[in-house]
C-alpha cells in the first residue's frame, strides 16, 4: 500500500514536473516567436510619443510690477481624420461657431492630401467658442446612440498660449509685438526675442507611467521687468496726445530717462498701435522708423544742441561762463552767412546770455574759435553719429557729418554749432545731455531693469558710455542753462523746483531748402539741478500754433515735469534740500 | 505512558522512511512559498510604481493646465486694472489728478523706496531622475543588480 502510494507521488510529481517545463518551454517560445517580436514591435511604436513643448513666453512687467506683456489660452482646433463620422456636421458647427466658410471645410475634410490623419482647421481660437464647440461635441456624443460616436467625433481641440497686452496701445512702442509664429518684432519683444521665447524643446515622451520622471523639464521663457513706469508712461502719453492738439503738431515724442543710470522711465511717440491688433501695424505706419521715433527716427534737432556745443567750449577752456562778446548778428562761416534766429544783433552777451537767447552767431563763433578738430572730438565723444546701444531693436544712429567726408562744407562746422545739419535721435541728445546732468558722465540709455527666470533674478547695472566733458564743466553748464531758464521766464519752468534745459527750434530741410514756416520745435529739460532725478525731452513735430520751441515744446515740458515730480515722489526742492540738511 | 514507550516512538519516527520524504516536499515548498513572497512583493511593488507614475503624469498635465488658467487669470486682472482702467475708476469715483502744489512730503525715518523684486512666481520643484531618490523609482531587479554590480566593483 505504502509503495502503491509512493509510486503515485512519483508520477503525479513527474506529470507536475513535466507541465511546469511545458509551460516554461512555451512561455520561451512564445517570448521568442515572430509573432512576439511583432506585438513588441507595436508597444514600442506606443512606449514613446514625440511631443514639442513649447515653454511659454516670459512675461514683460513695468518696474512696479504692472503685466504689460503676458500670455493667454487659445485654441487649436483640428480634426482627426481616422475617426470622422459626420464630415458636413463639424463643418456646420466650424461655421457656424467660427465663421469659416461651409463649403471649404467641408471639402478639406472630405478630400484631404493623401497621408494625413490630422488637419488644422482654425487656430488662435478664442476661448468662449472653442468652449462652445467643446459642449457641442459633448451634446452631440450623449445623443448618440449607445457605442456610437457622436455626430462631432474627430473635432480635436488642443490649446496653447498667445501673447498678451493687458495695456493694448501703453507703451506700444517700447514693448513690440509677437507675431502668431511666435517671433518678436520691434522694441523689447525683438530685442530680447530669445531670452523671452524660451527654448522649444522636442523629446520623446514614455507612456509607461514607470518611466514619467523621463517628463523633460521645459523652462518658460525669461521674465522682464522694464525700467518703465506705466503710470508715468501714461501720463507722458496723454500729455503728449493733448499737446498735438493743442499745437497743432504732425506728431511728436516725450521721452523721461532717469539720468544717474540710464532707466528709460517713459517712452511716448504718436502714433501707437492696440498690440492686441498687431496686423494693423501696416494701417498705422509707413515705415518702420516710425514705430518709436525716439530711437529710430533722427531730424536735426536745432537749438537744444547748443548745450553740447557750449559744453565743448566751456570744456576745451575756450571760453568760460562770463566770457563776452559783441554779437553782431551775423557771421560769415566757409563763406555763408550764418545769422540769429531774429536776424537781429543782441550786442554784449556772456556764455548765460548766448544760451539764454539762443544765439546762433554765439554758437558759430565758439564752434569756429575751437576750430572743427576740437568740436567735432566733443561731439563724437558725446555720442552723436553712434548708436547709443539701447536695448531696444531698431535704432537708428542719426548722421554727424565730419571734416573729410564728401559732404562736409566749412559752413557745416558753424551750422552744426546749433543743430542744424545734423541728424540725432531725440535719445542720442539725451544720452549727450546725461553727461551734463550727471556730473560729466554719459549713461546708457536702457529700458531693461531686471530679468527673471527660475526663481532667480538678475538685475541689469547701469552702464557709463563715457566722460567727454569734466564734472566742474557739466556742473557749471547746468547753472547756466538753469539761470537762463529763469532769466528769461521761461514757460518750462516748474514751481518749486530747480529746472536745467534748453529749447530747440529747428527748421525742417523741404527739398534741399531750409522752410520757415516748419520746424521741429524740442526741448530737453532735467532737475532738480543739484540732484537731477529725470530728464525730459520733448519734439513737437511742425507745430502750426508756433514755429517757436519756446512758445510750444518748453510748455509740454513744464507740464510733463510736474506730473513727472508727483508720480516719482520728488519733493520741492526746499523741502529735498531741508531733509537734506537734518 | 512510560518513557520506554516514548523511546520506541522517537526511534520509530527517526527510521521512518517517508521522513526524509517529507523533508525534501518541506524544503520545496519552503523554496517555493519564499519566491511566491519575493514574486508578490516585486508585484506589489511595481503596481505601486506604475500607479505612481500614472499619478506623476497626471499632476505634469494638471500642472500645465493650471499654470495656464493661472497666467489667463493673471493677464486678465492685468487688463481689469490697466492704467486706463484705473484711470477711469478714479474719475468715476470723484478723484481727480494732483498738482504738484497740492502735495504734501512728510518725512518717515527708515522708510526707502521699495524696488522691484522678483516677479516670476516661486520655481515649482522639476520631475527629473535627479530629484528623485532611487528607492522611489527602481525595480527590485534593479536594487538587485545594483547591488550585485557594487559587490563586483568593490571586489580588488
Redesign the interface.
Known amino acids: 500500500m505504502r509503495q502503491q502510494y509512493a509510486n503515485r507521488?512519483r508520477v503525479l510529481a513527474a506529470v507536475m514536473v513535466l507541465i511546469s517545463f511545458a509551460i516554461i518551454v512555451q512561455l520561451t517560445r512564445i517570448q521568442n516567436s515572430p509573432e512576439a517580436a511583432i506585438f513588441r514591435q507595436q508597444a514600442s511604436n506606443y512606449a514613446y510619443e514625440l511631443r514639442t513643448f513649447y515653454p511659454?513666453r516670459g512675461?514683460i512687467?513695468d518696474?512696479?510690477?504692472?503685466?504689460l506683456a503676458?500670455?493667454?489660452?487659445v485654441y487649436e482646433v483640428g480634426v482627426d481624420l481616422s475617426v470622422v463620422r459626420d464630415p458636413n456636421a463639424i463643418a456646420a458647427a466650424i461655421s457656424v461657431e467660427l465663421g469659416r466658410d461651409y463649403a471649404q471645410v467641408l471639402d478639406a475634410i472630405q478630400n484631404p492630401p493623401e497621408g494625413v490623419t490630422y488637419m488644422v482647421l482654425a487656430d488662435f481660437v478664442e476661448?468662449e467658442p472653442a468652449v462652445r464647440l467643446q459642449e457641442l461635441k459633448k451634446t452631440y456624443q450623449k445623443q448618440a446612440e449607445e457605442g456610437t460616436a457622436g455626430s462631432l467625433t474627430g473635432l480635436e481641440f488642443k490649446?496653447h498660449?498667445q501673447r498678451?497686452y493687458?495695456?493694448?496701445s501703453?507703451a506700444s512702442n517700447v514693448i513690440g509685438f509677437v507675431s502668431r509664429e511666435g517671433r518678436g518684432y520691434f522694441g523689447i519683444e525683438e530685442k530680447y526675442d530669445t531670452l523671452l521665447a524660451g527654448s522649444p524643446v522636442q523629446a520623446f515622451v514614455p507612456t509607461?507611467?514607470?518611466?514619467?520622471?523621463?517628463?523633460p523639464?521645459v523652462l518658460n521663457g525669461t521674465?522682464l521687468?522694464l525700467t518703465i513706469n506705466?503710470?508715468l508712461?501714461?501720463a507722458a502719453e496723454q500729455i503728449l496726445d493733448e499737446s498735438l492738439y493743442t499745437y497743432g503738431s504732425n506728431g511728436g515724442v516725450i521721452a523721461i530717462m532717469d539720468p544717474r543710470n540710464g532707466e528709460m522711465l517713459a517712452m511716448a511717440v504718436t502714433p501707437r498701435m492696440d498690440l492686441n491688433q498687431f496686423w494693423n501695424y501696416a494701417s498705422i505706419y509707413t515705415n518702420a522708423s516710425e514705430f518709436n521715433p525716439i530711437i529710430s527716427m533722427p531730424y536735426e534737432p536745432g537749438s537744444v544742441l547748443k548745450i553740447l556745443t557750449m559744453a565743448a567750449a566751456l570744456d576745451s577752456g575756450t571760453v568760460t561762463p562770463r566770457t563776452t562778446y559783441l554779437d553782431t548778428g551775423a557771421i560769415m562761416v566757409g563763406g555763408a552767412t550764418i545769422q540769429n534766429w531774429n536776424q537781429e544783433p543782441w550786442g554784449v552777451q556772456d556764455m548765460t546770455g548766448c544760451l539764454q537767447h539762443s544765439l546762433n552767431v554765439c554758437m558759430a563763433t565758439l564752434s569756429t574759435q575751437m576750430g572743427a578738430g576740437t568740436f567735432y572730438s566733443y561731439m563724437d565723444n558725446f555720442g552723436l553719429g553712434h548708436l547709443t546701444g539701447v536695448d531696444l531693436a531698431g535704432e537708428a544712429a542719426g548722421r554727424l557729418k565730419l571734416p573729410g567726408d564728401a559732404d562736409w562744407y566749412p559752413v557745416d562746422l558753424g551750422t552744426n554749432s546749433f543743430g542744424q545739419g545734423v541728424s540725432a535721435t531725440p535719445l542720442q541728445i539725451m544720452m549727450a545731455a546725461s553727461a551734463i546732468a550727471n556730473g560729466g558722465r554719459t549713461v546708457t540709455p536702457h529700458t531693461l531693469?531686471?530679468m527673471?527666470?527660475?526663481?532667480?533674478?538678475y538685475n541689469v547695472p547701469a552702464q557709463f558710455a563715457g566722460s567727454p566733458i569734466s564734472e566742474q564743466t557739466a556742473d557749471t553748464l547746468s547753472g547756466m542753462l538753469s539761470v537762463s531758464l529763469e532769466s528769461e521766464g521761461s514757460l518750462a519752468l516748474?514751481?518749486?523746483y530747480r529746472i536745467a534745459g534748453k529749447t530747440g527750434t529747428a527748421q525742417i530741410p523741404v527739398n534741399g531748402f531750409y522752410d520757415n514756416t516748419q520746424t521741429n520745435a524740442s526741448f530737453i529739460g532735467w532737475g532738480p539741478v543739484d540732484d537731477p532725478q529725470f530728464m525730459i525731452y520733448i519734439w513737437l513735430e511742425r507745430p502750426s500754433a508756433s514755429i517757436w520751441g519756446s512758445e510750444t515744446a518748453a510748455p509740454v515740458f513744464a507740464e510733463m515735469a510736474?506730473k513727472t515730480?508727483?508720480l516719482l515722489?520728488i519733493?520741492?526742492d526746499y523741502?529735498r534740500q531741508g531733509?537734506a540738511a537734518? | 505512558m512510560n518513557i520506554q514507550h516514548v523511546n520506541h516512538l522517537v526511534h520509530a519516527y527517526k527510521i521512518a522512511p517517508w521522513r526524509v520524504?517529507r523533508q525534501w516536499i518541506g524544503n520545496v515548498l519552503l523554496v517555493v512559498v519564499a519566491l511566491a513572497m519575493v514574486a508578490t512583493l516585486y508585484l506589489d511593488v511595481?503596481s505601486q510604481?506604475?500607479?505612481?507614475?500614472?499619478e506623476?503624469?497626471d499632476l505634469?498635465a494638471s500642472i500645465a493646465a493650471s499654470?495656464?488658467?493661472s497666467?489667463?487669470l493673471?493677464?486678465?486682472?492685468?487688463?481689469l486694472?490697466?492704467?486706463?482702467v484705473m484711470?477711469q475708476r478714479a474719475l468715476e469715483i470723484g478723484f481727480r489728478p494732483?498738482?504738484?502744489?497740492e502735495?504734501e512730503?512728510l518725512?518717515v525715518p527708515g522708510y526707502s523706496?521699495l524696488e522691484?523684486?522678483?516677479?516670476?512666481s516661486?520655481?515649482v520643484p522639476?520631475?527629473?531622475?535627479l530629484t528623485?531618490p532611487p528607492e522611489y523609482?527602481e525595480?527590485l531587479l534593479d536594487w538587485v543588480d545594483k547591488k550585485i554590480v557594487n559587490a563586483v566593483g568593490g571586489m580588488p
Open positions: 507521488v511659454d512675461e512687467y518696474r512696479s510690477g504692472h503685466l503676458g500670455n493667454r489660452t476661448v490649446s498660449p498678451s493687458p495695456e493694448n501703453l509607461d507611467p514607470n518611466k514619467a520622471f523621463e517628463i523639464r521674465t521687468v506705466r503710470d508712461q501714461a531693469y531686471a527673471a527666470r527660475d526663481g532667480r533674478q516748474v514751481p518749486g510736474e515730480v508727483i515722489d519733493p520741492p523741502i531733509i537734518k | 520524504q511595481t510604481a506604475a500607479i505612481a507614475g500614472r506623476i503624469q505634469t499654470q495656464q488658467v497666467a489667463d493673471q493677464t486678465q486682472l492685468a487688463s486694472t490697466s492704467a486706463r484711470g494732483m498738482k504738484s502744489g502735495a512730503y518725512v523706496v522691484p523684486d522678483i516677479l516670476s516661486v520655481s522639476q520631475l527629473s531622475a528623485i523609482n525595480s
